[in-house]
């Protein structure tokens, strides 16, 4: 299985700050095919279903505010968030696709400092 | 407009056998490249995915859970339904069924996912 790690585990940033929220992968989710990372970012609040942010690692899902960016390649990945919001306070998930058993990262919760 | 809600037993009791429904809208599982997946959630715990059937019929499952995993699609119905056997009170957890992204294993529309507890 790959293993994905995020770091942290929790972060508490001021509104209007950076959060910058860190995913690691036990090997390389980069598809050398088609180039194409294979990494998701949600979000998830209380008592709510995870919600898609990104995928293909830099890809903003429909909707998606442009504060919310995802970069990295190959087992390095980042979810920033460019200027925090009262509504982004929730944790936030890395998923890898490129191979089944699917993983999903321990998830880091946000907070407002 | 895709729709997906998850439908059955609140609590089960250790050993039993849970069931779950996922009754979907807005796209069929008749369409090629389109899948359901089932994802586990603990109270405070993070994700897991348990299963994923596709429009081809083709099947996966954790490998940590599959001998008590079993998933199938009824096209006609716009369902798909999981089973696990055995459960035990570790299997308690709120259960979601999802949307796969066309063509690749990430899930962009979601249910709102119902807790099952599992206690005697």
């Known amino acids: 299985d790959i293993v994905m790690t995020q770091s942290p585990d929790s972060l508490a940033v001021s509104l209007g700050e950076r959060a910058t929220i860190n995913c690691k992968s036990s090997q390389t989710i980069l598809y050398n ?26 890809t903003r899902a429909s ?10 390649s190959g087992t390095d990945f980042t979810l920033t968030i460019s200027t925090l919001q009262a509504d982004d306070m929730a944790v936030y998930y890395c998923q890898q696709y490129y191979t089944t058993p699917l993983t999903f990262g321990g998830g880091t919760k946000v907070e407002i400092q | 407009q895709i729709t997906l809600k998850e439908s059955g037993p609140t609590l089960v009791k250790p050993t039993q056998t849970l069931t779950l429904t996922c009754t979907f809208s807005g796209f069929s ?24 059937i ?19 699609k009824d096209t006609s119905k716009n369902q798909v339904v ?6 035990d009170p570790v299997d308690t957890a709120t259960y979601y069924c999802a949307h796969q992204y066309d063509w690749a294993d990430f899930f962009d529309y979601w249910g709102q996912g119902t807790l099952v507890t599992v206690s005697s």
């Open chain 1, 33 to 58: 095919s088609n180039n194409k990372n294979y990494l998701a970012w949600y979000q998830q609040k209380p008592g709510q279903p995870p919600n898609l942010l990104i995928y293909w690692a830099s």
């Open chain 1, 63 to 72: 909707g998606v505010p442009d504060r919310f960016s995802g970069s990295g």
């Open chain 2, 82 to 87: 999981l089973t696990m056997t055995n459960m």
């Open chain 2, 29 to 52: 599982l008749a369409t090629n490249g389109v899948g359901v997946g089932w994802i586990r959630q603990p109270p405070g715990k993070a994700l897991e995915c348990l299963a994923l």
């Open chain 2, 54 to 72: 596709y429009s081809n019929g083709d099947k996966r499952y954790s490998p940590s859970l599959k001998s008590r995993l079993s998933v199938s």
